[in-house]
């Protein structure tokens, strides 16, 4: 296809750096705009990408560094705020897009790609969910003729580099014979960050799929204790996983949110109260991608997190390194 100036507003995380790679090797130009350059140093050496330290919720910055884009894709987000009102929630999930639609129109920028999450849906449980609806279906009512918008709406995603599995496996590794899990049956249908990003790509070669919104999920379901318990096994430790009760997985929450990084807070917990497991029709299917296993990823990258787990990693895998 031909090439396209990019711009991408929170591309400097997990899925912004996959999707950045994927979108420079296939010779886009590309301006990600970030609020620190530092964080983003895997971007650095990328050919074509311009790095720019932003405000991207000041709508003058926005102007500034989006003129000239043929594309603008939405990736920023967060999974915490802070307090526990859906005020960050809002500022990052509802008037960043709003901004960056709005900045689209003002210099006629006419394809907008969008990142939303699975369940997303104004009167979704949590303010996560919420807040990424309410974005969606605004930006999809802003589309018109001028302004051609998809939209992405993931399950938990997984690969090198993801807060998913690697984050159980470091608590994995510090957490001595048994696991006590929260919302231990919630159910997952994690999907390959290679394969969002390849998602990304096919809906911007292809017109076609302006106005739809793709559900990403990856090709089996699990809960979430087989994920850790497979996380466990993959690293060749021996722990017990001990699924919390309802009341215990909310206290947990409480507390968890309270610590620095808030690794579990109300709001995750109110999100995991529905399962992230897609409806209908696959959506990388229908962009024409074959959904990539966990089992065939995984591996590879938790070999880090333990002796044992490089070395399952080497038989599984004899050509990783
Ligand atoms: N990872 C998943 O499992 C998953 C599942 C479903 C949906 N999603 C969605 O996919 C998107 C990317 O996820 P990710 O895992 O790559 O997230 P990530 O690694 O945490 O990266 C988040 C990005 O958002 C930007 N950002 C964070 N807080 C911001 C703020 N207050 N204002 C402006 N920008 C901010 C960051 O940009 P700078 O720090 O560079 O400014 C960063 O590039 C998010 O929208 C997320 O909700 C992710």
Redesign the pocket.
């Known amino acids: 296809m031909q090439q396209q100036t990019i711009g991408l507003?929170?591309?400097?995380?997990?899925?912004?750096?996959?999707l950045a790679n994927r979108l420079s090797a296939a010779g886009h130009r590309l301006r990600?705009?970030?609020?620190?350059r530092g964080?983003?140093r895997a971007l650095w050496v990328l050919p074509a990408v311009d790095l720019i330290e932003a405000d991207?919720?000041d709508p003058a910055q926005l102007e500034r560094h989006l003129a000239g884009c043929d594309t603008v894709m939405?990736?920023?987000?967060?999974?915490n705020e802070h307090g526990d009102d859906g005020r960050?929630f809002r500022?990052?999930?509802v008037d960043?897009p709003r901004k960056v639609v709005a900045t689209c129109r003002l210099l006629g920028i006419r394809r907008y790609l969008h990142?939303?999450?699975?369940n997303a849906r104004p009167d979704g449980p949590s303010h996560?969910l919420r807040s990424?609806g309410e974005a969606e279906d605004w930006v999809h009512a802003e589309a018109g003729a001028d302004l051609l918008v998809t939209s992405?709406?993931?399950?938990?995603?997984?690969g090198p580099?993801?807060?998913?599995y690697n984050r159980f496996a470091g608590l994995l590794a510090t957490t001595p014979f048994v696991f006590p899990l929260a919302c231990a049956e919630a159910r997952f249908q994690?999907?390959y960050?290679g394969d969002?990003a390849e998602a990304f790509l096919r809906a911007l070669a292809d017109p076609a799929t302006a106005g739809a919104r793709y559900e990403l999920c990856g090709p089996s379901v699990y809960t979430l204790r087989e994920i850790v318990e497979y996380t466990a096994r993959t690293l060749g430790l021996c722990r017990k996983v001990i699924p919390l009760s309802d009341r215990l997985s909310r206290l947990q929450a409480e507390v968890f949110e309270r610590i620095p990084g808030k690794p579990f807070s109300r709001d995750n917990y109110r999100s995991a109260s529905e399962d992230?497991v897609c409806q209908g029709e696959c959506g990388l299917c229908r962009l024409g991608i074959t959904p990539m296993a966990v089992e065939a990823v995984v591996p590879g990258y938790l070999a880090g997190h333990s002796a044992r787990g490089r070395l399952s990693a080497l038989r599984a895998f004899p050509g990783q390194r």
Do not use: C, E
Request: glycine share 14%; charged share 10%; proline share 4%.
């Open positions: 507003i929170g591309g400097s995380g997990f899925v912004g750096v996959h990600v705009l970030t609020r620190r964080t983003a991207v919720h939405q990736l920023a987000g967060i999974l960050g500022r990052v999930h960043l990142m939303s999450a699975l996560y990424k992405f709406r993931p399950s938990v995603i997984f580099g993801d807060s998913f994690p999907v960050v969002v992230s």
